[in-house]
């Protein structure tokens, strides 16, 4: 097995491989392309057929699959162990995974046995050169980490020089997802799991499972109204709701309104929200920290309705509506009503 590669976990759940793993075999497939080296990838669960029609059209050049009918569902032990002994064999020199309730337990366990850096949370994810300012110490072609850092107040970029992997969490939704080639076909490398995980990894036993499905999908919602804390009252919150409802819509909101008790934590938008990208996107009362901008600014139209016409988020909106959102949105509710007949 050829080395030095770059590397996507891959999360498998009822026969699908998740989305955010596919955006990051997206950037995964440029920043592969940039250094020269293979987009690899590695599943580890049961049941694992096709896999690889679903990923090798996203470029991936070799894929591992690790099959145990004890590897599924997921437990933090033996997925660890199969992804140390994998890498300490194939010595990827970049790997990345979702920021998931998985990545965000196996990341740190694996890159803690490996010795090597995590950066969580990523917003981008570049190759570019470093040079350490104390030693002088050129290096090339590192993975250049982005993220925002101390309360989103600056955009810090991590570099990890000398140890390997070096590791990446991303949030789904963050990264584009768009197919490389349908026709790309790549090779696919089947594992023995017992060479990779041992008995004793397998302690932990899940006995019985439950998944409850977000009810609320605004991450695939074309049109998004979202509300701020100066929407002022969860009542005002309905209006908002209205409106979405008019639109064939869905209802998001800024952390501060999120806070506030305005409405529930799963619509919330932003850094430590979901980021979306919909065809357009109302913003009432969202006054636009850097934090909920980071989530939403690739919405292809902007609309903003504020009674502040120096609000931050007036300067990348492309209407700008001031007023009091009261009176604007049933407004904006009737005329849409009677334009649509």
Request: hydrophobic share 40%.
């Amino acid at each position: 097995m050829d080395q030095n590669n770059l590397i996507v976990y891959l999360e498998f759940e009822d026969g699908r491989v998740a989305d955010v793993s596919l955006e990051l075999l997206t950037k995964g497939r440029v920043l592969a392309s940039r250094l020269g080296v293979k987009l690899e990838a590695v599943v580890v669960g049961d049941n694992l057929d096709g896999v690889e029609e679903q990923v090798f059209p996203y470029g991936v050049d070799r894929l591992y699959k690790v099959s145990d009918k004890r590897l599924y569902p997921y437990t933090s032990n033996p997925h660890s162990a199969v992804l140390i002994n994998l890498f300490r064999e194939i010595k990827p020199q970049a790997c990345l995974m979702g920021a998931t309730c998985i990545g965000r337990d196996l990341g740190p366990r694996v890159s803690s046995c490996l010795h090597s850096g995590l950066t969580a949370d990523c917003t981008s994810l570049e190759i570019g050169d470093h040079t350490d300012p104390k030693t002088g110490k050129e290096y090339k072609d590192l993975l250049l980490q982005i993220r925002p850092a101390f309360g989103g107040n600056i955009v810090a970029t991590i570099v990890n020089p000398e140890c390997r992997p070096q590791m990446a969490t991303v949030r789904e939704g963050v990264m584009k997802k768009e197919i490389f080639d349908p026709a790309h076909k790549g090779e696919v490398v089947e594992l023995d799991a017992k060479k990779y995980v041992s008995d004793e990894d397998f302690v932990v036993e899940i006995l019985d499972r439950h998944i409850e499905k977000s009810k609320i999908n605004i991450k695939n919602s074309p049109i998004i109204v979202a509300g701020g804390y100066g929407v002022g009252s969860k009542e005002n919150f309905q209006l908002l709701h209205e409106l979405a409802d008019t639109l064939g819509a869905e209802v998001g909101a800024s952390r501060a309104a999120v806070d506030a008790g305005f409405t529930e934590h799963a619509r919330q938008i932003g850094q430590t929200g979901v980021t979306v990208r919909p065809k357009l996107y109302i913003a009432c009362g969202i006054s636009g920290q850097i934090q909920h901008i980071a989530g939403m600014q690739d919405s292809s139209i902007i609309i903003s309705i504020n009674n502040d016409p120096a609000a931050p988020i007036n300067t990348i909106a492309d209407y700008v509506i001031t007023g009091n959102l009261e009176e604007v949105v049933p407004k904006l509710i009737k005329y849409y009503k009677k334009n649509s007949k």
